[in-house]
């Protein structure tokens, strides 16, 4: 069941808030229990046999959970505790990437990627490790179990840490500030909502058919190559950013406080600021639970480069078991080495050009992250470098003549769009206004109640319309991780 689809707007979340104020008035348990049994719902939703797999998975760490808290050898039950998520996640996401690695035809090749697996696998790993250094005790198994199923971050996060909901949960109070609580987390949804339907949605129009394209390796030219790039870094940030916003509305409609997720990442004016911006709470998992335990920086230099290598191909493999991503991580792997490098020489850029600079290497990195292969992605970088040649559209060298100089007329680009002729004024204007959003205006949770205001009536229309009138909810690009 996705955020955006109608069942879930318009069947599941009311029925949910509803049994969440009707259970509230027996207690905190009650209203506990309804949210699991709710969340469990939601899961099972897409395909009912994999909620044995969650249900096992949060029942064998409750149980690991008291068992490190309670044992003299802390240390080895941690190590079994992590062994045991890793291995669950390894096989169900990366078993067939390894036997392909192998050479083998093995058996995996039809196993069944679970819903948020990933997320839900990081999130027990932090609680188990948070007991092992004594920085929680284990929770009742009721608190536990919601706070790993709760429907809002379950799919796609945000990754939430255990000492920041385990005690919200411990003292939920349904019905303190409930109006203002429903209406300001409604808010957020809503403009979560638009980021989805209105921008994500509608800029992948103009970024999938380039990368399509470079898929079968036809030679899309730069303009092709360049519109769908920056739709595509557009719509990556709108669809995860969005779904983190509808994720903390739907929480603070319950009483829970998620923390913010996208802090205007494609302003940073270095690689280490983007990675403080963006998917902040797995930059922050990746830095608290793999970089330090590795040793961090306090091993001399040839160690905090290898660890710093291992903590990004590492992420970009979390993403997913192919080539691609860990191309990906392992490129924003070499931006901070690189970055650590010019801190100490103490080189310094402009902002303008350190922005400049940062923003062109985080486009490069998109194109593996989103290509199909290492073939496509190699063939939409020469489209991105003019290799594949600048084929210009009739309407455009009407307007502006002296391009005929620089590339060959074509009636429309193929690869642009609907490919039609208002294609490229469309993508044009698109990608104009998306990027002033991202740069121009403050993050959604940084603008004043009048700007959310402002931003929400601007959307409600185009929302209601993608919505009821779109033949069926397109998924997050994070939905099956």
Wanted: net charge positive; aromatic share 16%.
């Amino acid at each position: 069941m996705l955020f955006n689809s109608r069942l879930f707007i318009l069947v599941f979340l009311p029925v949910v808030l509803a049994g969440f104020f009707a259970f509230s008035r027996l207690g905190r348990r009650a209203a506990l229990g309804w949210l699991l049994l709710s969340s469990l719902f939601f899961y099972a939703w897409w395909k009912p046999t994999l909620l044995l797999l969650l249900l096992f998975s949060i029942g064998a760490n409750f149980y690991l959970g008291g068992a490190i808290a309670r044992s003299s050898h802390r240390r080895l039950w941690l190590r079994g505790g992590v062994t045991f998520n890793l291995g669950l996640l390894g096989f169900f996401k990366y078993a067939g990437f390894l036997a392909a690695l192998a050479g083998a035809s093995a058996p995996f090749g039809g196993i069944c990627l679970p819903l948020g697996i990933s997320f839900f696998t990081f999130q027990q790993i932090m609680y188990l490790v948070d007991i092992g250094a004594g920085d929680i005790q284990p929770a009742p198994f009721l608190d536990y179990a919601c706070f790993i199923s709760f429907f809002p971050h379950l799919i796609a996060g945000p990754i939430v840490r255990p000492k920041h909901i385990l005690p919200q949960l411990a003292v939920l109070q349904p019905f303190a500030g409930w109006q203002g609580r429903l209406a300001r987390g409604a808010e957020i949804f809503l403009l979560g909502l638009a980021k989805k339907l209105v921008m994500a949605d509608g800029l992948a129009r103009f970024a999938d058919p380039g990368f399509v394209a470079a898929a079968r390796l036809d030679p899309i030219s730069l303009i092709e190559a360049w519109v769908a790039l920056l739709a595509y870094a557009l719509q990556i940030y709108f669809d995860f950013s969005g779904y983190s916003d509808m994720a903390i509305g739907l929480a603070r409609m319950f009483g829970i406080n998620f923390p913010v997720n996208f802090n205007s990442p494609y302003k940073a004016c270095n690689i280490s600021e983007f990675w403080r911006c963006w998917n902040i709470t797995l930059s922050g998992f990746l830095r608290e639970y793999l970089y330090i335990p590795l040793g961090g920086n306090r091993h001399g230099e040839t160690r905090r480069i290898l660890n710093l290598m291992i903590t990004m191909l590492l992420g970009g493999l979390w993403h997913g078991a192919a080539w691609r991503f860990i191309l990906w991580g392992g490129l924003h792997g070499i931006y901070l080495v690189i970055h650590g490098w010019s801190k100490r020489l103490k080189l310094r850029l402009p902002a303008v050009l350190g922005w400049a600079l940062t923003l062109f290497c985080v486009l490069m990195a998109w194109v593996p992250f989103r290509a199909a292969g290492f073939a496509p992605a190699m063939d939409f970088y020469r489209g991105l470098f003019g290799f594949n040649g600048v084929a210009v559209p009739e309407i455009l060298l009407r307007l502006v003549p002296f391009l005929a100089g620089i590339g060959h007329e074509v009636p429309v680009l193929p690869y642009l769009g609907d490919a039609r002729t208002m294609s490229l004024p469309q993508s044009v204007l698109f990608l104009a206004v998306g990027w002033f959003i991202v740069l121009g205006l403050p993050q959604l949770h940084g603008m004043s109640e009048r700007r959310r205001n402002v931003a929400l009536v601007a959307s409600f229309a185009l929302s209601v319309q993608a919505l009821f009138f779109a033949p069926a909810a397109i998924p997050f690009l994070y939905f099956q991780f």
